[in-house]
Every structure is written in C-alpha cells, then in structure tokens.
C-alpha cells in the first residue's frame, strides 16, 4: 500500500477503536462498589478495570492470532470473541456466587420487564435496593458490550502493529535480528493500544458516571456524547501516532 | 517428532491454566485480607457512621492496577535476572518476593494514610492490626504475583518449551504480566468481591436479600469469637468466594488458549507450521469461541430461570 | 549543571525541614513543570540519571497535585481513573517526543528539546479532553478547573514517560528507546507505576482529614520506589560499566532513589501517625453515638 493509504488505513482503525471502546463501556453492565453489596446490578467492580480487562484479554488472543494470520478481520474478531468469553465467563461464576453465596436472585432495578425474557423484575426485588445479580438483559448486553470493545482494542493494534510500526521496517532501519524487531514492534503496538483505549474508555465512564445496567438503562441515551468525545479524541491520537511513525521512518 | 510437540503445546496450555487458577484464587483471599477494592466502601464508612472498627483498610485503587503493578514489577526484575543468565527457578520467585515488598509498602500507605485521613471520626490506628495483616497479605499476593509470573515467562518461550520455536509469544515478559495482572485483579474483584462484600462484610443480616442502603456502613464487626479483622474473613471466603474466582480466571484461560490451539490443529496449522493455513486456524479459532460464548449465555439463562424458580419473589419486608 | 542539582536539592528539602509544600497549587505545579521541562531540554547523554529521577520525581509529584485537585470533587468512577488517564495520554506524547526527537536529531546536539513538541501536542489534547468531559452540552461533569486539570496530567505524563525513557535508555534516541525501554517490556512498569504515583497518593489519603502536605509525600515516596526499579533495569541492560547511561550510574540511581524512598516513607508513617485519632497497639472497638 502505498504512504497515503497506510495513513489513512491507521488513522480509521484506532478512530473504529476508540468509538468501539466507547460503545463496549456503554453497554457493559456495571454496578461499581455497590453491586459487590448486593445493591445495584450488574458486575461488582469499576468500568474501566473491566474493560480493560475484558480488552487485553481479547488483545493476547488477538497477537498470538497476529502471528499467524495477516487478515485484519480475522485478528480483530479473534480478539473480540476472547473479550467476549472473558466477560462471558466473569458474568456467569459472579451469578453463581450470587445465587449460591448470597441467596440473591438476579434482578435488574431500571426496568419493571425484562426486555428479552419478559420476566416481571420489581417482586423480585429487595426494597430500598437497586437490584441485584445480573439478569439475562444485562448479560446479553455485557456479552455484547465486551465483544464491541474487544473488537476494537484489537483492530486498533493490528493496525499499529502491521502498519504504523511495523518490524520488518524495523529490521531495514535499525538492522536488528527479526525476532527482537517483533518483539519491539508488539510491544509497542500492545501499548499505544491501551493507552489509546483506556483514555477513551475512561471519558466514556465519565459519561456514565461509573454505573450502568446495559442498553436498557435510560444513562444509555447518553451515548451520542462519549461517542462524540471519543471520535475528537481518537482521532487526535490516530494522527499522533502516524507522526510517529512518519518522523521515525518506520512508514 | 512433531506430534510429541503437539502433545507439549497442550500439557504446557494446562500447566498455565493449573497455575491460573491458584493464582485467581490467592488474589481473590489477598484482596479479602486486605479489604480491597469495592467491599473497601464499607469499611471506610463504617467509621464515618460511627462504628469504630479493626478491619484493615488497604485502598491501592483497583485491583486491577494494583496487580498489574504487581506483576509487572516482578515480571522486570525476573526479566532482569533472566537476562543476566540466573535459572528461572530462582529468577521468577525473587521476582515475586521485590513485587510483594512493593505490595506490602502500599499497604501500609494506604492504611495509615485513610485511617488517618478519618481522624475525626475517633477511628484509632491499631498497630496489631496493621502488623498482623502484612504478613498475610504478603504471603496470599506472593503466590499470586508467583503463578502469573510463573505463567507470562511459560508464554513468552512457550515455543522453546514444546519445541516449536515459531510459537513464543511475540510479547516481552514483563509486558505478558502486565497483561494477565490486569486480567486477574480485574477478575477477581468482579466476582471475589461479592462473597466477601454482599455475604461475609453483612453476616448479621438477613440472607437472601439484597444489603440495603441504610445498611451501608454498618458492617459486622464482632466476629464468632471477639472482634473480627479481616484475618478471619480469609477463612470463611476460602469456602466458597475465592475458589470460585479461581475457577473463572482458570476457565477463561483454559477456553482462550484451548480455542486457539484447537483451531491451529484442526486448521492444519500445527505441527508444520505453514503460514498459509493461518487463516484457517484463526477462523476455526473465532467458531469454537462463539460456540462456547453461546453455550455461558445458555448457562446464564438457565442460572436465571432456576434461582427464580426456586427463590420465587421477594418475601418479607 | 551543579548549581541546577543544588537547587533542585533545595526545593526538596524545604517541605521535609517544615514539613509543609509552601507554594500553592499553581505555584507547585509552574515550579515542577520548569525543572523538570528543563531536565528534558538537556541532552539525554550528558545528564547523570540521578538528575533525571529528580526530575521524574517533580513531574510525578505534579501529576499527583492535580489528582488531588480536580478528584476533590468527585469523579463518580474512583480517584485511579483519571491518573491512568494521564499515563494513557503519557505514553502517546513520549512516543511523540521521541518522534520529534528523531527528527531533530541532524540539527544539533540539542535536539532532545523537540521532544517537547510531544509534551505540548498532549496538553492540546488534554485540555480538549477536559473541555469535552466539562462543557455541559457534551458530558458535563461540572467539575471546576478540569480543563485545566486534565491538560496538565497529559503534560505531567508525557514529561514524566520521556525521562524514564532517557534513564532507562541513556537518552532519547529513537532506536535506543525502541530497543531498551519498550522491546524490553520497561515500558509497562513505566506506564503502572507512573499512574500509581499520580493517583495512589490521593486515594491512600482520602478521607475529609487529608492533608495536601501527606498527600504529595506519598508521591515522592512511590517516585522512589520506581526510580529504584529502573535504576535496577539501567544497571542491569547496560553495557558501559562507567560512564553517563552505564552499570555505575544506574547503581548510584539505585542508591539515591533508595534514599528518598525511605526518607518519605518514615516522614509519611511517623505523620500519618502523628495526625490520626490515636495510635494504639490494640484494643477494643466501641460504637460512637
């Protein structure tokens, strides 16, 4: 591809990331300090540890993923099917601990009506509790919400990785031995990526203000601002980073 | 012999997945020795309503910063050390020990530094509290930051380990612990959290129900026998909250890297190595893993249905 | 050179005589940002490292006032969102500053000041950032000098990421970065303990009895602890044994951070101890009315 294109290509990929990153952080169901009371719903920690930490786990499928595949399709989805299992699977032993543990039964306190399953949620309830568990409408959301995220924290580091700092170029320019250049070049994608994501993930949990139960909680009508901060930002970092690789000749 | 190196790849994937699970374990009883994370709202309120406790109270943000930086500084020095030619059987353990003395100085900072920031509500600074805890929390992070340790240095030469030396993973050491300390603390106080907080920091409310607002703050403070600290919380959670955790890290392991090398097999990847089957594998890779995305969606349906069933409504006041 | 470490010296030890950070907010923050900008500007490979930890130490400690500052009010998500914030836009202005460098590398020997070019296109992107999360149209958080805020973390990150990347790297040159700093995953534990000092302080000490003067403590006291650990990485990666960027400077970086850190660790518990209800070495617990 030729300089143009590449930049333009980079550029795409970590706005697609930074946008995503937003989107997953909207649809996650988190319910911060109160929900490890079992007094909101939704997971029992923080929306940016969570996304995070659903993200890199897509983000090691992604690069052992990125060494033997070259289609940027297939990396970024590789890396979003291995946020979506981390959440997948996080979601599903925390209901088992509250079901088992605590005697609780997963209720959503937003809506009276489960959106998907119908099921009447307010008699379920505890007074004075803003739900608790993790209903179906919630898991479908943070199932969904980890895939987004995890799509993007990927796609955003094939993109650095192959494109803006790629090793072979690192081989040309500084004559180091291949496997030291990759080495250099996934590191240095892995952690732009989070940089990037993070910050993005962040001014989306501002926008939420640290709790959400999923798309069917009403703070959701709120997405069209984080996603315009996102995009502003995301692309100042795009831009960044192809200066970076533009005065450091590795494009 | 190819087929033998196969058979390496997939003992090393269960070796990682073993030490997994241990060390999701240990990080969930360590944040419950230290009152971390989420449950640690309560303890903070507690003085602030008025009930004077000896609960530790060790705010090192997240967990899941406070592992990454764990692990990452135990990944460095064991890197250090590699480099400088010492056996990883030493390397990667005095990694652990310099990333839990680092754990154990933002202990004390952070307990002495909010318990003095809750002067006014008469919250006393007990220094048997503060002495008694460091060691346990010590000794529960170090088997943590070991295990991770112990599996981001399996990854990085896990290719020289089975065998195929095309397998390493392509990032640094040091960079893989950051990664799965991020993971494993943002596991565990996602679903650790929940024993220790909704069941054990409000044991002397009714259970079954959700902890309602106007009980924030009044935690139990009076143990089976004498005042509880937080050392007696390890022994109720290691029941049932800690393995469980466990088993989450360990399971989203087992189905990361099993999914991965499955689809390498099958895709005709593995043993030889062509990267013209990449693709293939990768694809293959991303069906196994939906399949068993859909088949936890099913479980949360079935979970969901069954607790409703069996609890049925809100009973009481 | 002297005259610039004598007087860095003597602004530190200024709150450790009265135990009290004399200048304000603005002013900490101006003093901060000038010795370590200037610590930058030098060439990498004429300053000790010892020189650059200082320099880490003021940016950092930069950093965590204004955490204190603007999570004074409550951020809704926890006080360690915004310093991982400020490392995430940290390690994008350091990959600039090198870029820049890199760039200016022909003109002359003092091209490490084009790393500032890094440094300032973060501020840009903080204070936008800040704007975004302020202006009540858009996420609206309401929180008073938060463009501010944010445009000064994205700086005090980026300042903070380019000096470890010079201690560890022996200076800012692109390939050497590349190679020592990030190829060896350094850049991790740069990113994690960077944020752990900008944001820790503050949450260790949270309470309605924090005390700015414990809280930046803290800070100091965690900039130690990770100046130890690259002095660590210098010792251990370089390949000179004597010389600026070799074995003895990364030990004497070793020696000196050690130092600072148990220095600011006795100060903090011996205040801590010193200003909480009362110390005791155990006892009963009562329920206040």
Known sequence: ?251 | MPIEAVAMLFAWMLVIVFLALIACMFEDLESDTGSQSNPNSQVQLAAQVGQVHRFFNKAISGEAPAYAMYCTTAGVIAYVLLLKGIHPLLAIPIGAAVGEAFHVIFATTAHIGRTAGSKRFEQPLYLDVLYGHLLPIATHGFMAVLCIVSIAYIQSNLGTLSGMSGLNHPFALPMLAFIWGITVGAIGSSTGDIHYGTEREFQDRPFGEGRRVVYHGKITRYAECGIRTQKDIVGFCVKYGGPCTGLTFGLIILFENWRTLVGMKLGGFLPDLQAINGDMAAILGIVIGIVIGIVLIMGNVTLVKWARKRYGPFVGE | MGEEEQKEEEEEKKPKAEFKFPPDETGLGIISAVIAVIIVILPGTWVPAVIKAIGVIFALLWGADSVRKTSKYGLGTGVPSIGVLAMGYGIIGALLGIAFVKFAEPMGPFSSVAALGGVLLMAVVGYISGVFSNHEKIIAMKIPGLERGMMELGMAGSIAMLLQFSIVAGSLSFDKVLSTAIGTGAIALMFVLSMMAMFHPYNACLGPDEKRPRTLVTSVEISGLLCLILGIVLAATATPVWGLGGVVDGVILIAFSGIVWLVFYVKFVKECMRESDSVVGTGLIRTIE
């Not at chain 1, 990929?13 to 946008?19: A, E, L, R, S």
């Open chain 1, 1 to 251: 591809m030729d300089p143009i294109t590449i930049l333009l290509v980079v550029v795409g990929c970590v706005i697609v990331g930074g946008v995503f990153a937003s989107l997953g952080v909207h649809l996650l169901p988190v319910g911060g300090a109160p929900a490890a009371m079992g007094t909101a719903t939704g997971i029992a920690t923080g929306t940016i540890m969570l996304m995070l930490g659903a993200a890199v786990t897509g983000l090691f499928t992604a690069s052992t993923v990125a060494t033997f595949s070259t289609n940027i399709l297939l990396v970024s989805f590789s890396g979003a099917v291995g946020s979506w299992i981390m959440m997948g699977v996080t979601m599903l032993m925390a209901n088992v601990i509250y079901v088992f543990g605590s005697g609780l039964v997963p209720v959503s306190g937003r809506v009276e009506v489960d959106p998907i399953t119908k099921e009447p949620q307010t008699p379920y309830k505890t007074p004075q509790c803003d739900g608790h568990g993790i209903p179906t409408v919630s898991y479908i959301s943070g199932m969904a919400g980890a895939f987004i995220g995890g799509f993007g924290g990927a796609i955003m580091y094939f993109a650095l990785l192959n494109y803006a700092f790629p090793a072979e170029r690192l081989v040309e320019l500084f004559a180091w031995e291949l496997g030291k250049a990759a080495t250099v070049s996934a590191t240095m994608a892995a952690i732009a990526a989070i940089g990037i994501f993070v910050a993005n993930a962040i001014l989306a949990a501002y926008n939420i203000g640290g709790t959400i139960e999923g798309f069917h909680d009403p703070k959701f009508k709120r997405l069209p601002k984080a996603l315009f901060s996102c995009f502003f930002v995301s692309l100042f970092c795009g831009v960044f980073v192809c200066v970076v690789a533009l005065l450091g000749g590795l494009i």
